[in-house]
């Protein structure tokens, strides 16, 4: 079965320094990872995806992951956080589900920028 | 070009009633999946449609339905609603039951 664990729940930077929010997963064969954002009273905006092409993938805002099969590990980072990046972020694996594909959501981290 | 939309943005209801919800997917979009997400806590899966057809449905019961019309819109059905099924009722649609999903901005169900 395919999951999807989020490190932490919640993670403090201030504007400027670099955002890390950690993402491990399991699965038992080459998976599709995702990480959404969610602003406060919002939808969800895919950031970045991972389909078995380069591990490092590069997403809107600044935002990179790095797919490590060895670690089982899925990572966002992003080198100077804005005060726009607080929101919820979640970590998303794509799962076979009877005849059809089913996203696996993590706990969700939420990321608060201070100034 | 229009993202997913759903209708009605928040809906107000009482224990035992039923409520119809909306969602018209990006257009050429054919799958459409809805997602239930509590307070706190990431979305679950429903269902997922794809041209017209169920083709998964999570571990909800019997009371949640859904359809997708010959359009790809698609509504989803909750009967004898509970305290428990208020959330963000999210639908999401992709290209085909196996690429990226896009989201809308959600229904906000409130049942008291």
């Known amino acids: 079965a395919q999951s999807v664990t989020q490190l932490d729940s919640h993670v403090s930077v201030s504007e400027g320094t670099p955002v890390l929010l950690r993402c491990n997963y399991s699965?038992?064969?080459?998976?599709?990872l995702f990480w959404y954002v969610q602003h406060p009273n919002k939808g969800l905006q895919l950031l970045l995806k991972?389909?078995?092409?380069?591990?490092l993938v590069k997403g809107i805002n600044g935002f990179e992951a790095e797919f490590k099969k060895s670690e089982t590990s899925f990572h966002l980072t992003k080198p100077s956080a804005h005060m726009s990046d607080a929101a919820e972020y979640f970590c998303v694996v794509s799962a076979p589900h009877q005849a059809g594909t089913a996203l696996i959501f993590g706990k969700g981290t939420t990321l608060s920028v201070s100034s | 070009d229009a993202g997913v939309t759903q209708s009605p943005t928040h809906l107000i209801k009482t224990r035992g009633q039923q409520v119809t919800l909306r969602c018209s997917p990006i257009s050429g979009h054919k799958s459409v999946s809805w997602y239930q997400q509590v307070l706190g806590q990431g979305p679950q899966f429903i269902f997922q449609?794809?041209?017209?057809?169920?083709?998964g449905r999570g571990n909800f019961p019997d009371r949640f339905s859904a359809r997708q019309f010959p359009n790809y819109s698609s509504e989803l059905n909750v009967n004898a609603l509970l305290l428990g099924d208020s959330a963000l009722y999210l639908c999401?649609?992709?290209?085909?039951?196996?690429?990226?999903?896009?989201f809308g901005p959600g229904t906000r169900l409130t049942v008291t």
């Open positions: 999401a649609s992709s290209l085909g039951y196996s690429h990226e999903q896009y």
């Open positions: 449609y794809y041209e017209k057809e169920e083709r």
């Open positions: 699965s038992s064969y080459s998976p599709s």
């Open positions: 991972y389909t078995s092409a380069a591990t």
